[in-house]
């Protein structure tokens, strides 16, 4: 079956750290610029951070010098380390290929709740 798994979320105080993992099928991991997106309540899913096959990375300017995005090739896996978390970093998490035309069915995602 093809699908995308993410892991690593939880309920964590403001100020600490969480590493979120995701395990792509090899059909869209494979050459493909991966990201992260994150979907706060209420609100649309936005992208966090992207990470080419080449390992170049980009990030939103809300996350940009606490998160950071990596990937294993080897593995078909994604991570994103999250430092110095906030409330405002509260959502549910997950991983896609970047460019929308390259996507499979979003999974479930991980819950991240930060608590001030």
């Known amino acids: 079956q093809v699908q995308l798994v993410e892991s690593g979320g939880g309920l964590v105080q403001a100020g600490e750290s969480l590493r979120l993992s995701c395990v792509a099928p090899?059909?869209?991991?494979?050459?493909?610029?991966m990201a992260w997106f994150r979907q706060a309540p209420g609100k649309e899913r936005e992208l966090v951070a992207l990470i080419t096959s080449g390992g170049n990375t980009n990030y939103a300017d809300s996350v940009k010098d606490r998160f950071t995005i990596s990937r294993d090739n080897a593995k078909n896996m994604v991570f994103l380390q999250m430092n110095n978390l906030s409330p405002e970093d509260t959502g549910v998490y997950y991983c896609n290929a970047a460019l929308r035309v390259r996507r499979i069915t979003w999974g479930q995602g991980t819950q991240v709740t930060v608590s001030s």
């Open positions: 090899r059909t869209v991991f494979s050459a493909n610029t």
